[in-house]
Structures are given as structure tokens and as C-alpha cells.
């Protein structure tokens, strides 16, 4: 790996996937700047590179937020220098955008009672797609800009979503299909100036933010976690540290010089399944 000192920007860092990227790079001599909604979860993890030896600075910022992004690229570029590295990893998915049912029924339609698509509320579509894209779009502008004379790399995380949406999250899976296509476009836009912007796709990985969905209170498994497992011919969740064989390829320009523009998906099969 031809990483040690450079500057790595990570968005959604408090995360159990993003956390775990943020990590590996430090470990391979980055010097990481974590940026998170919640202060005190990037500065756990921060805390966390540096008891390890590592380099780690922390900011509490709102991806949706552009001033707030500008401040925190001055901060970090007068304390670690320019970036090289962007990981646009915030994103998520919210219940107030998430259907009750899997499959319409005749009668949904009038019901105030359950979240149905036709009750979904705009404000609420547009949180989560925002959210996913907007989020995207944004620290890409900012930190890109970094990248203009010396090149850089520009990893987005996208989702199973983008290849085959799943039932119940429309907005999510229409950003996420969309965050692939703004890798694809970003790639080609970028090209001539040496910055090479590829996606991560993970399948499916207990966090935080999927736990209470695949996992009753009493710790078994959901109906849908057997969907899912179903329909994964690895037959299991995916661990947080078999992304970042993909994600240290993707950053070192030895190994990936010539790779712009792909969506690599990171699944245990789940893409490659037709059921049958």
C-alpha cells in the first residue's frame, strides 16, 4: 500500500462500516479526519486511531450543510494538509420513509392508520434521498477541490439497493441507484484531472442502523433477516472488515490506476442470486 501521510476525509465515520474504513486506512499511515452527525461518536473512534498510533482528527458536521463543510475542509487542511482520500460514507435510511407493507393491497390506498406510498410524505422522501445523494454531491465539491493539481480518490458507498431496490425503502433505494450513477458521471467528468471516483456496494451488515430490522428484542432473527439470508448464497451477514480488501484497492493507485467509474459490490452473492 503507497498510503502513509496521506490525508483521508471520511463522511458518516461514527458508523459501524465507516468506522471500520477509517481505521484501516489510519493503520496503512493515513492521517484521518472523521466526520460525523454525532460528536461523540466520531470522537470515540478518533480516540480510538490514536490510542492505536494512528492520526485522527474529528468534526461534527451536517453533510447536508455546506458552510459547515467549508469550515471543517479549513480546519483540516490547515491542520493534516489537503485531502487525498474521500469517503462519502453518510447516507441512511429513516422509518418515516419506509412502508409498512412489502406489497400493495387493494384498500391501502385509503388508510391513514399505516405508512403506505401513498401516504409517504414529500418532506420525508426528500430527507432520505438528500440524505443519500445530496450527502454524496456536497463533500465531493468541497474536498474534490484538493485533488485538482495532484489527483486523488474519491470512494463512494452505494448499496444492494442500486442493483436490485428492495421492498419497503423507496427513497433509499432510489438514492442509492443514484449515488451509483453520480459515481459513474463524477468518473468520467474527473478523468483528465487524475481523480479516480469508484462505489463500494455493500451487501447486507448488522449496524446500528439495520440491528432493531433484522433482530427481534429477544435477538432472533426477523422474517426479513431469512429473506435476506435466503437470498445471500453465502448464507450469512458480511463482517465490517471484508469491505476493506476492497476499499484499500480502491484507494492505492498502484494497485487501481486504470479502475474509475465501477460499483463494486461487496455481497456474499446476493447480486449474482436469481432465486432459482
Same mark, same amino acid.
Not at 470515540?44 to 474529528?58: H, K
Not at 471543517?72 to 435510511?93: F, P, Q, R, T, Y
Not at 399505516?114 to 445523494?133: A, G, P, R
Given at each position: 500500500?503507497?498510503?502513509?501521510?496521506?490525508?483521508?476525509?471520511?463522511?458518516?465515520?461514527?458508523?459501524?462500516?465507516?468506522?471500520?474504513?477509517?481505521?484501516?486506512?489510519?493503520?496503512?499511515?493515513?492521517?484521518?479526519?472523521?466526520?460525523?452527525?454525532?460528536?461523540?461518536?466520531?470522537?470515540?473512534?478518533?480516540?480510538?486511531?490514536?490510542?492505536?498510533?494512528?492520526?485522527?482528527?474529528?468534526?461534527?458536521?451536517?453533510?447536508?450543510?455546506?458552510?459547515?463543510?467549508?469550515?471543517?475542509?479549513?480546519?483540516?487542511?490547515?491542520?493534516?494538509?489537503?485531502?487525498?482520500?474521500?469517503?462519502?460514507?453518510?447516507?441512511?435510511? +429513516?422509518?418515516?420513509?419506509?412502508?409498512?407493507?412489502?406489497?400493495?393491497?387493494?384498500?391501502?390506498?385509503?388508510?391513514?392508520?399505516?405508512?403506505?406510498?401513498?401516504?409517504?410524505?414529500?418532506?420525508?422522501?426528500?430527507?432520505?434521498?438528500?440524505?443519500?445523494?445530496?450527502?454524496?454531491?456536497? $463533500?465531493?465539491?468541497?474536498?474534490?477541490?484538493?485533488?485538482?493539481?495532484?489527483?486523488?480518490?474519491?470512494? +463512494?458507498?452505494?448499496?444492494?439497493?442500486?442493483?436490485? $431496490?428492495?421492498?419497503?425503502?423507496?427513497?433509499?433505494?432510489?438514492?442509492?441507484?443514484?449515488?451509483?450513477?453520480?459515481?459513474?458521471?463524477?468518473?468520467?467528468?474527473?478523468?483528465?484531472?487524475?481523480?479516480?471516483?469508484?462505489?463500494?456496494?455493500?451487501?447486507?451488515?448488522?449496524?446500528?442502523?439495520?440491528?432493531?430490522?433484522?433482530?427481534?428484542?429477544?435477538?432472533? $432473527?426477523?422474517?426479513?433477516?431469512?429473506?435476506?439470508?435466503?437470498?445471500?448464497?453465502?448464507?450469512?451477514?458480511?463482517? $465490517?472488515?471484508?469491505?476493506?480488501?476492497?476499499?484499500?484497492?480502491?484507494?492505492?493507485?498502484?494497485?487501481?490506476?486504470?479502475?474509475?467509474?465501477?460499483?463494486?459490490?461487496?455481497?456474499?452473492?446476493?447480486?449474482?442470486?436469481?432465486?432459482?
Amino acid at each position: 500500500m503507497k498510503l502513509e501521510n496521506k490525508v483521508a476525509v471520511i463522511t458518516g465515520a461514527g458508523g459501524v462500516l465507516c468506522s471500520a474504513f477509517a481505521k484501516a486506512l489510519a493503520s496503512e499511515g493515513c492521517k484521518v479526519a472523521l466526520i460525523g452527525l454525532h460528536e461523540e461518536n466520531v470522537k470515540r473512534v478518533a480516540a480510538e486511531i490514536e490510542n492505536d498510533g494512528g492520526c485522527a482528527l474529528y468534526y461534527e458536521c451536517n453533510v447536508l450543510d455546506k458552510e459547515n463543510l467549508e469550515r471543517v475542509h479549513n480546519d483540516i487542511k490547515s491542520k493534516l494538509g489537503e485531502c487525498n482520500i474521500l469517503i462519502n460514507g453518510a447516507g441512511g435510511n +429513516n422509518p418515516r420513509c419506509t412502508t409498512a407493507k412489502e406489497y400493495f393491497e387493494k384498500g391501502d390506498e385509503a388508510s391513514e392508520e399505516i405508512k403506505t406510498f401513498f401516504n409517504l410524505d414529500k418532506e420525508d422522501f426528500s430527507f432520505v434521498f438528500d440524505l443519500n445523494l445530496v450527502g454524496t454531491l456536497l $463533500p465531493t465539491q468541497v474536498f474534490a477541490r484538493d485533488m485538482i493539481e495532484n489527483g486523488g480518490n474519491i470512494i +463512494n458507498v452505494s448499496s444492494m439497493n442500486a442493483f436490485r $431496490p428492495l421492498t419497503k425503502i423507496p427513497a433509499y433505494s432510489s438514492a442509492k441507484s443514484a449515488v451509483s450513477n453520480l459515481t459513474q458521471w463524477l468518473a468520467v467528468h474527473f478523468a483528465k484531472s487524475g481523480i479516480r471516483v469508484n462505489a463500494i456496494a455493500p451487501g447486507f451488515f448488522v449496524t446500528k442502523q439495520n440491528k432493531d430490522m433484522l433482530y427481534d428484542k429477544n435477538g432472533n $432473527p426477523t422474517p426479513r433477516t431469512k429473506k435476506i439470508l435466503d437470498a445471500t448464497p453465502m448464507r450469512r451477514f458480511g463482517e $465490517p472488515k471484508e469491505l476493506l480488501g476492497t476499499l484499500l484497492w480502491l484507494c492505492d493507485d498502484n494497485a487501481s490506476g486504470f479502475v474509475t467509474g465501477i460499483v463494486v459490490p461487496v455481497d456474499g452473492g446476493f447480486s449474482a442470486y436469481s432465486g432459482v
